[in-house]
Structure formats: structure tokens, C-alpha cells
């Protein structure tokens, strides 16, 4: 087996490590808590791990020689909402927890890929919504695989934050077909379903090179950035207005104080000539060198004054350089993508064989056809060559596949 993992940091950092296959359900979720709880038990699984279970609170016994480095061997762990919801000497079992941190990287970083071959026995037929939401009923459907086409579907833990936003975590699912790079989202979707069903015995595949895996995340990571495209654009623009507002705040905070120092200066200005005409009309020496003394110091808390307007002037004149700099990083945008678990994924490609009725008439169509993929070609209307869709579902006119909605009589 080969064993590879590409992370980001910032859209920028990458690095190498292996991955380990866990079980989820859908394939995009949100790191909820029965996410969090069904990754941690089945990567504790993997290492051989007894649980005992006890509500929300879970003992762990570790065999000897278990390949991790986390401390878990007796130790307890709770399931919560928040980190710190827990007692000293307890392991939180949720989002963003410190334990769990620890257990994804380990995930990323000590376990390699897996494989699995999908037949048509292990996955129900999967049927387009062109045939499924409209009036025609499939009686009958058979599948003649003709090759396997191969495939690697990665899951990612992907981060995004900003200072000024809470960070949002979300797994992402994302499967590549090694033939040509495309992505196959329904394939990834299937893969979840089954590595989730413990009833289930999938086929061992076969393994794959380190170069075709490494294109494989590659084009995995190129898809999901693409997929979060949208989002990254929209929290980055909340960022942008974010530092805008507080760049206003200091602007009217730093004009207020400029003010504040005006009015300092010119009261000082006031006392020291007030001084100045004590020292000129003091009688006695020692009011005199006490009014020289008091007007050395103040001159001293005037040109300093003098000074911090003339370098806040300078900022506001310049538009706040270090300070816009600061706040910028403040609200720097970070996109971390982590690949935690990936599988080469065989499956069959062939013909799929359907017959269709409608009332009384039926008729045979033949389609492209992927196990856990579906129907991999686009249908169109016999008469018109209008696209099928869920819109304009199939139909039968005539012993023609016709359209509902663009043919149908």
C-alpha cells in the first residue's frame, strides 16, 4: 500500500504523510458531534481498541503494541458539546477538541490508503432523475459490466477562519476518477453509504502508486478548493468589511485624539505663559526658581505632546500604514485543506439494460452505466433531442423515449 496526505495552510503550505479510511455518512458534513463521535470510534476500532461504554462517557483499553502515540490506555473519555465541558484528566469527544485534533492528524499522518472493488452486488442501481420523476415505471433492469474504471475518493477536513469569525470545520468527500481526473461526486457519496454500513463486507481492491495518488489529491484538492470557492470569496469579503470598520473606528478614535492633543498643547501653551509672567514679576528668589523649575517641566510635557500630534498627524495623513498592516493580519483570511482518509476504489463500467413501461407500452433502452456512479451519459428526447432532466423526465410516446415536457402528446 502506498501511503501519501497533502494538507494547505493559508492556500499555500503543503505536506506528506499517510491516511486512514474512517466511516461517515454523507459526503459533505458539518464536524457535528455524531460526526466527531463516529470518526473517533472507528479510528479507536482500528487500533484494536475496547470500548466501554457508559452513556456519554467511554473507558479505553489499548492492546499492546498499538500503533498510535496518543495516551489512551485507561483512560476516559466524554462525549460533549464544548471542550471544555469535561473534568481534569478526561478527553473531550468533541468539534475542534484538543483530542480530536490529535486524532485526525495521527489519522493523516500514520495509516495508509485503502482500497475496496465495487461490483454491481454491492451497490444498488443507481437511476437518474430523467427516469426516476416522471410517469414511466423501470420493470426490469440488467447490467453486463464490460471493465473496471478506477477511482480515489478522499475524504478532507477542511478549515475556514478569520479573526473575526468563528472557525467553521466541514469534511468534505471527493472522489477522482484516475482515467481522466474528473470528479465523480455520486461515486464519493456511495462509498461513504458503504464504508458506514457495518453490515456490509466490501471487496479488497487493489492498491495504488504513489504518483497516481499523488495527482489523484492533487486534483482532489484542486476540486474542493473550487468547491469552496464561493464560501472562501464570501468570508474573505466579511473579512475585507470587517478590517474596513475597525480601520473607521481607529480613524475617528485617532482624529478624536488628535483633537484632545490640540487642546492639551494649547492649555499647556497658557500655563507656561502664565509661569513665564511669574517668573517676571517674582519678588523673592525662591518663587523664582521655583516658577523656572515648573516651566522646564512643562516644556518638557509640551514638546512631548508636540511631538505625538505631529507623528499621529503624519498617521492620519498617511492613512494609518502600520496600523492598517496589523489589522489586515489580524483578519487574514486562513483555508487549511487536510486530507484524513482516502481509498483506491476499483468499479465496474458497462451497459445497463432497462426496461420501460408506461400504461400498457414498454421498451428498451440501453444506457453507459457506472457501478456507485450511475448513468454516464446525457439522454436526450428520440424526437426532438431536447435534454432529459428531472424537468423533462422520460416518457414513452409512440415506442419512443420522448420527453414529458418538450414531446409528450
Known amino acids: 500500500m502506498t501511503s501519501l496526505t497533502r494538507s494547505r495552510i493559508s492556500t499555500a503550505a503543503s505536506s506528506r504523510a499517510s491516511i486512514w479510511v474512517p466511516a461517515m455518512t454523507?459526503?459533505?458534513?458539518?464536524?457535528?458531534?455524531?460526526?466527531?463521535?463516529?470518526?473517533?470510534?472507528?479510528?479507536?476500532?482500528?487500533?484494536?481498541?475496547?470500548?466501554?461504554?457508559?452513556?456519554?462517557?467511554?473507558?479505553?483499553?489499548?492492546?499492546?503494541?498499538?500503533?498510535?502515540?496518543?495516551?489512551?490506555?485507561?483512560?476516559?473519555?466524554?462525549?460533549?458539546?464544548?471542550?471544555?465541558?469535561?473534568?481534569?484528566?478526561?478527553?473531550?469527544?468533541?468539534?475542534?477538541?484538543?483530542?480530536?485534533?490529535?486524532?485526525?492528524?495521527?489519522?493523516?499522518?500514520?495509516?495508509?490508503?485503502?482500497?475496496?472493488?465495487?461490483?454491481?452486488?454491492?451497490?444498488?442501481?443507481?437511476?437518474?432523475?430523467w427516469l426516476t420523476d416522471g410517469s414511466v415505471d423501470v420493470v426490469d433492469r440488467a447490467f453486463t459490466p464490460y471493465y473496471d474504471r478506477r477511482a480515489v475518493c478522499t475524504l478532507f477536513h477542511a478549515g475556514i477562519e478569520t479573526v473575526s469569525e468563528y472557525q467553521r470545520e466541514k469534511l468534505h468527500a471527493i472522489a477522482i476518477d484516475l482515467n481522466d481526473h474528473e470528479v465523480r461526486p455520486r461515486l464519493a457519496e456511495t462509498y461513504l453509504e458503504l464504508a458506514n454500513d457495518e453490515q456490509r463486507e466490501l471487496n479488497d481492491g487493489r492498491g495504488i502508486g504513489e504518483q497516481a495518488l499523488a495527482d489523484a489529491l492533487d486534483a482532489a484538492q484542486t476540486?474542493?478548493?473550487?468547491?469552496?470557492?464561493?464560501?472562501?470569496?464570501?468570508?474573505?469579503?466579511?473579512?475585507?468589511?470587517?478590517?474596513?470598520?475597525e480601520l473607521d473606528e481607529y480613524r475617528q478614535y485617532a482624529r478624536q485624539r488628535r483633537d484632545e492633543l490640540a487642546d492639551d498643547i494649547d492649555n499647556l501653551t497658557t500655563r507656561i505663559e502664565e509661569v513665564s509672567e511669574t517668573i517676571d514679576t517674582a519678588t523673592e528668589q525662591e518663587e523664582r526658581v521655583e516658577a523656572l523649575r515648573?516651566?522646564?517641566?512643562?516644556?518638557?510635557?509640551?514638546?512631548?505632546?508636540?511631538?505625538?500630534?505631529d507623528d499621529l498627524i503624519t498617521q492620519?495623513?498617511?492613512?494609518?500604514?502600520?496600523?492598517?498592516?496589523?489589522?489586515?493580519?489580524?483578519?487574514?483570511?486562513?483555508?487549511?485543506?487536510?486530507?484524513?482518509?482516502?481509498?483506491?476504489?476499483?468499479?465496474?463500467?458497462?451497459?445497463?439494460?432497462?426496461?420501460?413501461?408506461?400504461?400498457?407500452?414498454?421498451?428498451?433502452?440501453?444506457?453507459?452505466?457506472?457501478?456507485?456512479?450511475?448513468?454516464?451519459?446525457?439522454?436526450?428526447?428520440e424526437q426532438c433531442g431536447e435534454q432529459l432532466t428531472a424537468e423533462n423526465p422520460l416518457t414513452i410516446d409512440a415506442h419512443r423515449a420522448v420527453g414529458e415536457d418538450c414531446c409528450k402528446d
Open 223 to 245: 476540486a474542493l478548493e473550487n468547491e469552496l470557492a464561493t464560501t472562501v470569496q464570501e468570508t474573505r469579503e466579511r473579512a475585507t468589511r470587517a478590517v474596513e470598520v
Open 26 to 129: 454523507d459526503a459533505t458534513l458539518l464536524v457535528t458531534q455524531r460526526a466527531v463521535e463516529q470518526f473517533t470510534e472507528s479510528y479507536l476500532a482500528s487500533l484494536g481498541a475496547e470500548i466501554e461504554k457508559n452513556g456519554r462517557r467511554w473507558s479505553v483499553k489499548l492492546p499492546d503494541g498499538a500503533d498510535t502515540n496518543l495516551e489512551l490506555d485507561g483512560s476516559v473519555l466524554e462525549i460533549v458539546d464544548e471542550p471544555s465541558d469535561v473534568d481534569e484528566g478526561t478527553l473531550a469527544i468533541a468539534p475542534e477538541s484538543p483530542f480530536v485534533e490529535r486524532m485526525l492528524k495521527e489519522a493523516a499522518d500514520r495509516t495508509p490508503v485503502g482500497s475496496l472493488s465495487l461490483t454491481d452486488d454491492d451497490v444498488k442501481t443507481r437511476l437518474p432523475p
Open 294 to 309: 515648573k516651566r522646564k517641566d512643562l516644556q518638557i510635557e509640551l514638546d512631548d505632546l508636540r511631538a505625538k500630534l
Open 316 to 381: 492620519i495623513e498617511s492613512e494609518f500604514p502600520e496600523k492598517r498592516r496589523e489589522i489586515r493580519e489580524r483578519h487574514a483570511l486562513t483555508v487549511r485543506l487536510q486530507p484524513v482518509a482516502a481509498t483506491a476504489v476499483s468499479y465496474e463500467r458497462g451497459d445497463l439494460e432497462l426496461t420501460l413501461r408506461v400504461g400498457e407500452t414498454t421498451l428498451s433502452r440501453s444506457y453507459g452505466y457506472a457501478v456507485g456512479t450511475g448513468v454516464m451519459e446525457e439522454a436526450t428526447c
